[in-house]
């Protein structure tokens, strides 16, 4: 419950004589307005004068002495994580986060600088994880979604550069990434970080693929993986995007083939992709089993159709591409559906967009190797038209229709 949608709903329940208005106005007030645009500046600010500070040393390094550097980055982080929790203590609490956030980036420009100072050679990210671990270790001292968000970067961007750099993946480094900030996650469920750590996640399943030179479908096994598990906890919403990631992912793979394969294709392409059958098959189907069986657990059992995405279709040898475009058709029907079904707005629209993406690439497959794209292009955007026009208004339909229930006397 938001305040937003207090100030929203709230007149609406008192004059239905539902809550007084007294009773709204103490609602309300539990609930306070944020400045979250103010809360923000304090942050900011931190960062423009930390990185102000980091150029000034950087720009006169060398004229510094060795003892000089040491002494430097050693008060520079102490500083700022006295200053932030000194400013935290007298309830200044963005400014406090703000500053302990700029110790965090001091500590990993501190490793960075000594690194440089003493000529040391890195071939592998241990440095980066040691900087990770520290705010790992910050984040849960210091519950806060800016020092989650930087240690998430953190874990991400040096594993970016580990595969980029030295051709390697780091489990240590994904491991703790996953179960401290996994955990923090439990703790303190929030969307925004929900979202962020899922796409970290997959970005990272995705690195592990290329580094290791596995067949791309080896990808899905840990997403599918992620999908499953959440299958077993009570929450619905608050998990949602640990599980929209991987059906995004599934729905995009399944549209490139759609757009970019045919049965013309050589065999390179399926021996890039396809996994080896008898593993992965027998991998898909124990994250299936797992799933339905949390999904059996919660109740959830009427969303099971979402696997549909992940049947390997790219094992048939011919109409691979009919196939998946057939599953996109149904997926996004079935979107739709669940989305009327449980009067959700984000599944609808979800369902709408997908179901015109699945139109879309079923008439750019079938039409523009023969179609003179002038009328290509004019009948493709008149498709769009009218099927956009027509789910727009289904949607309004469908919820006037739930505003009427909730109102008869409207």
């Known amino acids: 419950m938001s305040r937003k949608w207090l100030q929203q709903e ?8 539902i809550i007084s208005q007294d009773q709204l106005g103490q609602l309300l007030a539990y609930y306070p307005e944020r400045k979250r645009a103010a809360g923000l500046i304090p942050l900011l600010g931190s960062m423009l004068v930390g990185l102000g500070i980091l150029s000034f040393i950087a720009a006169n390094w060398g ?77 849960y ?37 996953t179960i401290g900030l996994g955990f923090y996650w439990l703790r303190r469920q929030d969307t925004l970080l929900a979202w962020l750590l899922a796409a970290s996640f997959t970005i990272q399943c995705l690195l592990l693929v290329n580094v290791m030179e596995w067949s791309f479908t080896w990808f899905f096994i840990p997403v599918w993986l992620l999908y499953a598990v959440f299958d077993w906890s009570k929450a619905r919403r608050s998990i949602y995007p640990f599980q929209a990631i ?48 949390g999904k059996a657990r919660s109740n959830r059992l009427m969303s099971s159709p979402d696997w549909l995405l992940a049947i390997p279709f790219f094992y048939l040898p011919h109409g691979a591409d009919a196939a998946y475009l057939l599953a996109l058709f149904v997926f996004s029907l079935y979107l739709l559906w669940r989305g009327y079904a449980e009067e959700w707005p984000v599944k ?23 179609m003179d794209k002038s009328i290509f292009f004019i009948l493709g955007g008149v498709i769009l038209l009218a099927l956009g026009w027509f789910l727009n208004r289904r949607k309004k339909q469908f919820l006037a229709e739930i505003k009427e229930e909730d109102d008869p006397h409207a």
């Open 10 to 17: 709230g007149p609406e329940w008192t004059r239905k004589g």
């Open 63 to 139: 004229d510094i002495s060795q003892l000089m550097r040491l002494i430097l980055i050693g008060i520079m982080i102490a500083g700022f994580y006295a200053a932030g929790e000194t400013f935290r203590r007298k309830n200044h609490e963005k400014l406090g986060i703000g500053l302990i956030g700029l110790g965090l980036l001091s500590f990993g420009a501190g490793i960075i600088l000594v690194g440089q100072m003493f000529h040391l050679q890195a071939y592998d990210i241990t440095s980066f994880t040691v900087w990770g671990c520290a705010g790992l270790v910050l984040t």
């Open 141 to 177: 001292l210091v519950p806060s979604r800016y020092l989650f968000l930087i240690t998430l970067l953190i874990f991400t961007c040096s594993q970016w550069y580990n595969a980029t750099e030295f051709n390697d993946f780091s489990f240590v480094s994904f491991g703790l990434m």
């Open 246 to 293: 991987p059906l995004i992912a599934s729905f995009l793979h399944s549209l490139f083939i759609v757009l970019f394969w045919h049965d013309g294709s050589d065999s390179t392409f399926l021996k890039n992709l396809a996994a080896e059958p008898l593993w992965f098959s027998l991998a898909l189907a124990a994250l299936f089993l797992l799933s339905l069986l």
């Open 348 to 370: 609808i629209n979800l369902g709408t967009l997908l179901f015109l993406t699945s139109t879309m690439s079923a008439y750019g497959k079938l039409a523009w190797d023969f």
